[in-house]
């Protein structure tokens, strides 16, 4: 198949747009996650806590504002949390001075899952207790604070498997 030229030029065009598009969301990213490295603490942390056991939590990825976006900068933790038990989020200064979002996903014997975000204020929270539902085992939490200013605002993402 022979492209005629303007179709050639589009062609190109295009590509550059998708790659310079790629370059300048990797550079965000890059300073984005320098800016919060070079803090004296790092990364801030969410302690989770449920039947017993507790686990200290590290962001697992970072996201642009609108989700469009993602990439993984640390781990998906595992915590088991029985069905009909709570757990237990306790959340660095870092976080709860912010404005912040949780997302708890529950999962019925039939396997739909639902969830709904839940929004606190700055200030408003340093511990959430995600409670259990009934006939319904919780199967994940995400935590999502919004960072960054500007073009440079994105989303770091903390990430907690519970089933």
Request: charged share 20%.
């Amino acid at each position: 198949m022979i492209m005629r030229a303007r179709t050639k030029k589009i062609v190109a065009a295009v590509s550059v747009l998708m790659v310079v598009a790629l370059v300048a969301y990797v550079s965000v990213l890059v300073v984005i996650i320098k800016n919060i490295n070079d803090e004296p603490d790092g990364l801030p942390q969410i302690t989770a806590y449920a039947h017993g056991r507790t686990i200290e939590t590290q962001p697992a990825g970072f996201c642009t504002i609108d989700l469009s976006q993602c990439a993984q900068i640390g781990d998906v933790y595992e915590l088991d949390v029985p069905e009909g038990y709570p757990l237990q989020l306790s959340l660095s200064k870092e976080v709860s001075d912010a404005e912040w979002a949780m997302l708890a996903v529950y999962e019925d014997a039939d396997g739909n899952q639902t969830g709904e975000p839940r929004f606190f204020g700055a200030g408003e929270s340093l511990a959430v207790t995600v409670e259990a539902e009934p006939e319904k085992q919780l199967v994940g939490v995400e935590i999502h604070l919004a960072v960054g200013e500007g073009s440079e605002q994105g989303l770091l993402i903390w990430s907690i498997k519970t089933a």
